[in-house]
C-alpha cells in the first residue's frame, strides 16, 4: 500500500522533532534526563505488547499512559516551566541577548557602556579580595518574580554600592542583586540553582545559583568566588569560568559566551 505523504504531515513530523530537541536541550546533563529516558522506554514497552496482542500487561501499561501526561506535568514541572520561559524570552522577543537590548538604548548611547563599566570593575575589585558574589542582570522586568523575599533598592548601578552590598559584613551580600533596566532591583534575593549533574566538584552554591538563573531567566549572570576570586558568566544554562574582566565586558556588551 503506498504511503500519502502531505505537506501538514511534514510540518507535523518537523514539530515533534522541534519540541523533542527542546526538551532534551533543557534536561540534558540533569536527573530528570534518567527519568525522561525512563519514560520512553516504557512507552516503547507499551507499543510492543500492544502488537504483540499481550493483553494484560498492554492492560497495566496503558493505565500508566493513560495518566502519563499528568505524570509528566508532575515531575517535570520544572523543565516544563523552563521550557515555557525559553520560548518567551528566546523566540517571542529577541534571538539575541545584549546588554545594550535589555536597556533598549541605541549603540553609542554611553550610559549602557558606563553600566557596564562599573559592573566589570566592581567584579574585578571583589575577585581581587575574594569576595564573594551574585549578580543577575535582566531584562523588561523579567526579574520581578525573583526579587519576592529580597531588598528592593532600586538605586543606581555604581562599582561602589555593588561592593559594599557584598561585602562580607554587610546584611546583604547573602543572595543574588538583580540589576534591570539601568537600576539596582533588588539583593538579597534567592535565586533558583540548576540540577545539571555536570557541574564540577568546585563550584559552589553562588556558581550553582548564577547556571541557575540563567536557565529560568533570559538573564547574564555573574558569579564571583570567594574561595580562589575566579568570575564565572551564566547564559541559558552554560557558562564561562575563570574569565578575565574583559572578557566579562565583552560578554555584558555582546549578551554571547563566545
Not at 534591570?180 to 538579597?188: N, S, Y
Request: proline letters at 2%; a positive charge; charged letters at 20%.
Amino acid at each position: 500500500m503506498p504511503f500519502n505523504i502531505t505537506i501538514p504531515d511534514v510540518i507535523d513530523v518537523m514539530l515533534v522533532a522541534f519540541i523533542l530537541y527542546q526538551l532534551y536541550r533543557l534536561i540534558r546533563g540533569t536527573a530528570a534526563f534518567s527519568i525522561f529516558f525512563g519514560i520512553i522506554l516504557i512507552y516503547l514497552t507499551w507499543l510492543a505488547v500492544k502488537a504483540l496482542e499481550m493483553e494484560l500487561i498492554t492492560a497495566l501499561l496503558g493505565q500508566v499512559m493513560g495518566v502519563g501526561v499528568i505524570a509528566l506535568i508532575i515531575v517535570f514541572q520544572q523543565e516544563v516551566r523552563r521550557f515555557l520561559l525559553v520560548l518567551g524570552n528566546r523566540y517571542i522577543k529577541t534571538s539575541r541577548f545584549s546588554l545594550r537590548k535589555i536597556f533598549s538604548l541605541k549603540k553609542e548611547d554611553a550610559e549602557t557602556l558606563q553600566i557596564a563599566e562599573e559592573i566589570v570593575k566592581a567584579c574585578q575589585s571583589m575577585s581581587a579580595q575574594k569576595i564573594g558574589a551574585l549578580i543577575v542582570i535582566g531584562r523588561k522586568r523579567s526579574l520581578d518574580l525573583f526579587s519576592e523575599g529580597g531588598e528592593i533598592l532600586n538605586a543606581r548601578v555604581s562599582a561602589g554600592l555593588v561592593e559594599t552590598i557584598f561585602f562580607k559584613n554587610t546584611p546583604l551580600h547573602d543572595g543574588a542583586m538583580l540589576i534591570e533596566e539601568k537600576i539596582i532591583l533588588a539583593a538579597r534575593c534567592q535565586v533558583p540553582t540548576t540540577e545539571q549533574t555536570s557541574i564540577p566538584a568546585g563550584f559552589g552554591m553562588r556558581h550553582r545559583a548564577a547556571i541557575g538563573i540563567s536557565e529560568h531567566s533570559a538573564a547574564i549572570a555573574i558569579a564571583v568566588s570567594e574561595e580562589n576570586g575566579h568570575i564565572t558568566a551564566a547564559i541559558a544554562g552554560k557558562y564561562r569560568y575563570n574569565i578575565s574582566p574583559d572578557e566579562l565586558r565583552k560578554i555584558l556588551i555582546s549578551g554571547r559566551l563566545d
